[in-house]
């Protein structure tokens, strides 16, 4: 299996306050982690790759120092919206790559709908 | 530079119809991988079918298969037998090997599923 998770599911916030999503791989180790963010009747943007045991990699237009990410162990993978504001608002979403058969898999947890108000 | 385009952004099949979902994409690299996904109105990405550059014959998945075309750079989903649950957006989306795993993502397609 490739299962992954994320929570919270939603959150709604102050303007101001920090929120932490976590992404977890549950049957599988997984080096590389990724975090998109998605607005409404979008598609997918890449935020950054997160490497477990070294600084993440920020696509660009992406202010590293508002979205901290961490990737502490094999199956952990977390990301901080610092000092939220309500254009922070969106559907946040993790995948895990799982390599089987010579072939690299992104598997997503069920996302994350932050509502900054 | 890398570029998937999906120029279908709705469409409507009746169930237990077959339907296909096109996409279109852009790279000069030889070496890639194809993705579609399945994003229900709960918003997870479903991991639906992948096809490799090298692949020699169009890859299935149950009821998902991909055609497949290098030289026309197309890699079309069809789903055979449409169900009411087959309604969703769907994304196509590629990887290449050198660029360590990252994903490039098509606008979407939304289907919609009639009984």
């Known amino acids: 299996g490739a299962v992954v998770s994320q929570h919270p599911s939603w959150v709604i916030c102050k303007s101001g306050t920090s929120v932490k999503i976590e992404c977890r791989s549950l049957?599988?180790?997984?080096?590389?982690m990724f975090w998109y963010r998605q607005f409404p009747k979008q598609s997918l943007m890449l935020m950054a790759t997160?490497?477990?045991?070294?600084?993440?990699?920020?696509e660009q237009g992406v202010e590293k120092d508002k979205f901290l990410i961490n990737h502490a162990s094999l199956t952990l993978s977390t990301l901080t919206v610092t000092s939220a504001h309500p254009e922070d608002s969106s559907f946040y979403t993790c995948s895990a790559s799982k390599t089987s058969g010579g072939r690299e898999t992104q598997y997503f947890g069920p996302g994350t709908r932050l509502l900054v108000l | 530079a890398q570029k998937i385009t999906q120029t279908q952004p709705g469409m409507f099949v009746q169930e237990k119809e077959a339907v296909t979902l096109d996409c279109t994409y852009d790279t000069s690299d030889p070496s890639y991988g194809l993705f579609w996904y399945k994003q229900p109105s709960s918003g997870e990405m479903i991991f639906l079918i992948y096809?490799?550059?090298?692949?020699?014959q169009n890859a299935t998945e149950g009821r998902y298969s991909l055609n497949f075309q290098k030289a026309r750079k197309s890699a079309n989903l069809v789903i055979s037998a449409s169900q009411l649950g087959d309604s969703a957006m769907y994304f196509c989306a590629m990887g290449q090997d050198n660029q360590g795993g990252k994903l490039i993502f098509g606008q979407g397609t939304e289907l919609s599923v009639k009984p």
């Open positions: 997160s490497n477990e045991g070294s600084k993440a990699t920020y």
């Open positions: 049957d599988f180790q997984a080096t590389t």
């Open positions: 096809q490799g550059s090298y692949d020699q």
